[in-house]
């Protein structure tokens, strides 16, 4: 498998290649090349840090035989988002060659039998953060003709690197080059792979957090080839956004990504959770990413009223481990993804889609880093995405057939959207979000049913819409 050269968070170890800008294009068999198909892209996620375009399987896409699928490989890491913040190491590296792949797809892909004037980007979790960035450029609306973003915003608060200068100093220190300017990029350009990415290991704080060490900048005005010079919520109040179809989702419980690897062992036999007890206002800042603001105070009364909002008296422990769970679902992923809905509602040039996944399956994100296959998360990050394009070389998910249904009809929706702009879920299209005051309406999928309306975190909608009998079964 190819991958660009990382550090493996849960390997803990470095691997991959340094020549890695590839491209896995798959185009359904039998397919005629009199007619064009449209075309699925995907930016694979992992913090911007880990990772692979070629670690989906597009098998569920290809046997329906509607859409063509290209995955891409982008740098990661300090490879792909190393910045001093000035034009010597600007940084972005990783966008850059996603945007480039889009542009290759663009002029290329009918030579594979795909439609370059239904093109849909899509990506999940640093991708869908990725497909995010992508929209707030207005070149973008000439590379694509719509665009998903999976459980991930450029206003979640792990996107954007606030200290990049900082974490350049950190590691090139570890590397002994204790040089600025020019020869601070030529002493780390001499570095070997190896000695960067075991350098990248020590930088954690506790276990694989804050899981995003580099990743996206904001890079001086006059920076030759820059990806963007302003922040992403100034972006979208300026209007900056590529007028094509936007869609956001998320899952009920995102959260699962990072705060499941809590509940594994420390060298003591004992959940690391427990350790929160003790180390909550040291570790807090590291877990939700605002360790990098200035004032020591803010950050200890923030840690403290998250805490009690969320905890309230109880204890960091595995029966409370849910509680816990919810903070992370919110702070780290959900309300960036609502605060972005309401902004593209405000300033964008259409309405947004916006779908929200809420039926488990048997084997998420959370079951894998907590390394527990009976804990009950809910619907984690990624669940809905193993529906329309599973990890390759995953042995431990098995389909219900709720999830079969599920998949056909999250098809459909990719398929109307790219070519209609209105994305349709079964039989049901989903609602515009425009620029008024109602409240927002979502998609909403549970295992055997699904209705539309606004989101509420204690399931009230659900149980309203049953009441009223306005559910849809499968």
């Not at 002029?107 to 990725?130: C, H, R, V």
């Not at 450029?154 to 690197?161: R, Y």
């Not at 990248?200 to 990743?215: A, E, I, R, Y």
């Not at 389909?399 to 349709?424: A, C, H, Q, R, W």
Request: glycine share 8%; with cysteine.
């Amino acid at each position: 498998m190819l991958r660009c050269r990382q550090f493996e968070i849960f390997a803990n170890f470095s691997k991959g290649q340094e020549d890695c800008l590839f491209l896995n294009i798959f185009t359904p068999q039998n397919r005629s090349f009199n007619n064009l198909l449209p075309v699925f892209i995907y930016i694979h996620g992992g913090a911007f840090m880990f990772g692979a375009g070629s670690s989906y399987s597009p098998k569920t896409i290809m046997n329906a035989g509607n859409m063509l699928v290209v995955t891409i490989n982008y740098r990661l890491g300090p490879l792909g988002f190393l910045s001093t913040e000035d034009g010597i190491i600007p940084g972005n590296l990783g966008l850059k060659d996603q945007q480039l792949a889009l542009k290759w797809i663009k002029q290329n892909i009918y030579l594979f039998g795909g439609d370059p004037e239904k093109i849909l980007l899509t990506g999940q979790s640093a991708g869908g953060a990725s497909v995010h960035l992508h929209v707030l450029k207005k070149e973008t609306e000439n590379l694509v003709s719509a665009a998903v973003a999976i459980s991930g915003s450029a206003l979640n608060p792990w996107v954007m690197q606030m200290n990049a200068k900082e974490k350049t100093k950190t590691l090139a220190k570890m590397l002994n080059c204790k040089c600025q300017g020019k020869k601070l990029k030529s002493c780390l350009q001499e570095q070997p792979i190896e000695n960067i990415n075991s350098a990248v290991g020590t930088m954690f704080k506790f276990l694989d957090n804050p899981f995003n060490l580099f990743g996206p900048v904001v890079e001086k005005e006059n920076t030759p080839g820059a990806f963007m010079t302003a922040d992403p919520q100034n972006l979208i109040e300026r209007g900056e956004i590529a007028n094509i179809p936007f869609m956001l989702t998320f899952t009920t419980e995102e959260g699962a990504y990072n705060a499941a690897s809590l509940l594994r062992k420390n060298e003591k036999g004992l959940d690391y959770i427990e350790e929160l007890n003790e180390r909550w206002f040291e570790l807090a800042p590291y877990l939700l990413f605002y360790y990098d603001k200035p004032c020591k105070k803010c950050k200890q009364m923030l840690s403290k009223s998250l805490k009690e909002m969320y905890m309230g008296k109880e204890i960091f422990s595995r029966k409370s481990y849910l509680k816990l769970q919810k903070m992370f679902s919110d702070l780290i992923f959900i309300n960036g993804i609502l605060e972005t809905i309401i902004l593209h509602r405000m300033f964008g040039p259409r309405p947004v889609y916006s779908y929200i996944y809420a039926n488990p399956h048997n084997y998420g994100v959370g079951n894998f880093l907590a390394n527990d296959l009976e804990f009950e998360f809910g619907a984690t990050h990624g669940d809905d995405e193993v529906l329309f394009l599973p990890f390759a070389f995953s042995t431990n998910y098995t389909s219900k057939v709720n999830d079969m249904k599920i998949s056909k009809y999250f098809l459909k929706m990719f398929e109307t959207f790219v070519s209609e702009g209105i994305p349709v879920f079964k039989d049901t299209s989903l609602p515009a979000n425009g620029n008024n005051l109602e409240p927002i309406q979502f998609l909403q999928i549970f295992e055997k049913i699904y209705f539309i309306g606004p989101w509420s975190t204690s399931n009230t909608n659900l149980q309203e819409c049953q009441q009223r009998k306005n559910c849809f079964s499968y």
